[in-house]
């Protein structure tokens, strides 16, 4: 079992939305699994889903995330056409990346206004690629 970041159980984490290589929503969520929550316990997807705006620190942090998976949604690289990268704080209060996902079945456009233009745009031409 691989060791987790203390602070996902308190402070939550942040998803940085990533379409085309551009960031046009980020989102915020409280912790999915608090401090003594039992495994089996019931649990809310994206508690208290807010808004976010990506510090220089975290999006450095995701870019290098982007970076080490191939294909990925970089500025100026060969493109996915959507990925999402999720960070959390490190026991030093730095962003650290959790996980890429280059696959999401909630893209959360409501959390930034005029997000749907771009990633419709970048949806047609993925799809016309294909």
Not at 6 to 16: F, N, P, S
Not at 63 to 88: N, S
């Amino acid at each position: 079992m691989r060791p987790s970041a203390r602070g996902i159980g308190t402070a939550g984490e942040r998803a940085l939305r990533f379409f085309g290589g551009h960031l046009p929503n980020a989102g915020r969520e409280g912790a999915v699994v608090a401090s003594g929550t039992p495994c089996d316990q019931r649990k809310t997807a994206h508690p208290g889903l807010t808004p976010w705006t990506a510090s220089p620190a975290e999006l450095d942090v995701a870019q290098r995330v982007l970076a080490a998976v191939p294909g990925a949604a970089v500025p100026g690289t060969a493109e996915l056409p959507h990925a999402r990268v999720d960070l959390v704080d490190g026991d030093d209060g730095q962003p650290r990346g959790r996980e890429p996902e280059p696959v999401e079945p909630r893209l959360f456009l409501f959390l930034r206004t005029g997000a749907m233009p771009r990633v419709v745009d970048v949806i047609i031409r993925a799809a016309a690629v294909r």
